[in-house]
C-alpha cells in the first residue's frame, strides 16, 4: 500500500474538494493537496512517485473537463503511480 494520498482537484464551489477528501478518507494515509483552482497554482509541473496514490478531480460541464485545464493535466507525470479519477457533476 502507498504512503502517501495526494489529492490534485479544481474546485471553484468547494464540492470537488469535498468529493475528493471523502474518497481520501478511507484510505487511512498521510494526505498532500494540490488545489489547482488558482491559476498561479497551475503554473508548475507535478510528479508523483511509484509508491503514492493520486486522486484527481475536476468539474465535469456538458461531459467535458474545463479546457484551461487540459494543458495543465497534460503536465502532470507519475511513475507507474495509482490513480483514482473523480468527475463531479454539478452540485
Not at 494540490?34 to 503554473?43: C, S
Not at 487540459?70 to 502532470?76: I, K, M, P, S, T
Amino acid at each position: 500500500m502507498s504512503k502517501q494520498v495526494n489529492l490534485l482537484y479544481f474546485s471553484a464551489t468547494d464540492r470537488t474538494a469535498q468529493v475528493v477528501k471523502a474518497v481520501a478518507d478511507g484510505m487511512n494515509r498521510e494526505i498532500k493537496e494540490y488545489n489547482i483552482t488558482l491559476p498561479k497554482n497551475r503554473e508548475y509541473d507535478i510528479n508523483f512517485k511509484k509508491d503514492e496514490v493520486v486522486i484527481i478531480g475536476v468539474p465535469v460541464y456538458g461531459g467535458r473537463i474545463p479546457k484551461f485545464l487540459e494543458g495543465f493535466l497534460d503536465r502532470v507525470k507519475g511513475n507507474n503511480t495509482a490513480a483514482i479519477l473523480v468527475a463531479v457533476y454539478g452540485n
